[in-house]
């Protein structure tokens, strides 16, 4: 589990008050004494919990296990389990340290910096969960279209159902696409000497593919219930869960504002993230005008310094979009490239699902998201 929020600091966590007393030596590896409380520490029936509380040194990481040494309890009190919109089968507590031994993890004062590799993992776990929750979604969607009838043919065969089916798959293909080379780049940082390449493109990856996918989630599982007229609003349904679950991956481990400002900040920190970045998209150079001419406005949209802060949720949605549609293109789909670069890039202004332009190859896309489909 993992302990880092309290009543006045969620995002803000150097508010925290939580204190952490050296029992002997102090340092890395040694003994503390933690008192305080965490507002929100998921998986509260965890063994062990990484826990940030403040030292003489400053705000440091602890790992805080549930059963001292001697076999006796940890003085670790649940208060209570939070009564969540969703996510229910993944808990969430309020807690007590009430004098619990923690040992501290990397530098003291660096609490920020040693916890920050769990969370760019669970901002993985969230991007995966709700890459997940789309695909289930139109799953249901589109099975339920194959077998209901209406006017005399089938809701799969209704020419306005299927733009909204095929809509839907494409941000499925989107999501999979940045998700699964984000999971690529994982495996090839965390190995041996490590990939410096794939380092420095998680740092931009992460929080854009956690904040555009798990921001998408909630509109597309309510599309997809939707598909399925009033039965979808209904618990006999599996929609109404997917709903209810979808806005929580957004929310923690960094909301969406927070998302767009670590983006600012690792291109403030390290300026070599944009090269992985730019290097990554120029792999699909020259392959479509659209997608050349939105690298291109990103491109200016970074450089330009004025307000940026004010403008960072737009940067990111174009970061999303750009390295999604050339992912795909390399992925090798002519009909589900073509579409979601059409669709995404190609089209000005807000958008609803259902509202993909002329011309596109729905049946391939479509049977892609058929669950029944060898």
């Not at 969703?86 to 910096?113: F, T």
């Not at 009909?335 to 391939?364: K, M, W």
């Given at each position: ?16 008050t939580?204190?952490?007393r ?42 805080v ?11 670790i ?102 998700t ?64 209810r ?103 000005a ?5 259902g ?20």
């Amino acid at each position: 589990g993992m302990g880092m929020t309290e009543k006045q600091g969620g995002s803000d966590v150097r508010a925290n008050t939580t204190s952490a007393r050296a029992l002997a030596a102090s340092g890395p590896g040694e003994a503390y004494e933690l008192v305080g409380h965490k507002w929100f520490t998921s998986a509260p029936m965890c063994d062990a919990f990484l826990v940030l509380a403040q030292a003489d040194g400053g705000l440091s990481c602890f790992l805080v296990p549930r059963w001292r040494p001697d076999g006796s309890k940890n003085p670790i009190q649940v208060q209570r389990l939070k009564n969540k919109l969703g996510n229910v089968a993944n808990a969430s507590s309020e807690i007590e340290l009430r004098g619990a031994l923690g040992w501290m993890v990397g530098e003291e004062g660096r609490g920020v910096r040693a916890i920050i590799e769990m969370v760019a993992m669970t901002r993985f776990d969230c991007m995966i969960g709700s890459t997940a929750g789309q695909r289930q979604a139109v799953a249901q969607a589109v099975s339920h279209a194959l077998e209901r009838s209406v006017f005399g043919k089938r809701l799969i065969d209704q020419p306005l159902m299927r733009n909204v089916l095929a809509d839907l798959q494409l941000e499925v293909e989107g999501s999979l696409a940045i998700t699964m080379r984000m999971g690529e780049a994982l495996d090839r940082s965390l190995a041996p000497g490590g990939d410096e390449h794939d380092q420095l493109l998680l740092r931009l990856g992460l929080p854009t593919g956690k904040y555009w996918i798990c921001k998408r989630t909630p509109f597309h599982a309510y599309e997809a219930m939707e598909c399925l007229g009033g039965n979808g609003v209904t618990e006999d349904f599996i929609l109404a869960r997917l709903y209810r679950d979808a806005p929580i991956n957004a929310i923690w481990e960094g909301s969406g504002n927070v998302q767009a400002l670590d983006m600012l900040r690792a291109l403030g920190r390290s300026p070599e993230v944009l090269d992985a970045w730019y290097a990554e998209l120029g792999q699909t150079r020259g392959a479509s005008r659209v997608l050349d001419n939105a690298v291109l406005a990103v491109q200016e949209a970074l450089l330009d310094t004025d307000e940026v802060e004010y403008r960072a949720r737009r940067i990111v949605d174009q970061l999303a979009l750009t390295m999604q549609a050339s992912l795909l293109l390399r992925a090798g789909n002519e009909a589900v490239a073509d579409a979601f670069i059409a669709s995404r890039l190609g089209q000005a202004g807000e958008r609803n699902y259902g509202t993909l332009p002329r011309g596109l190859d729905l049946e391939t896309i479509l049977q892609r998201a058929n669950p029944l489909a060898a």
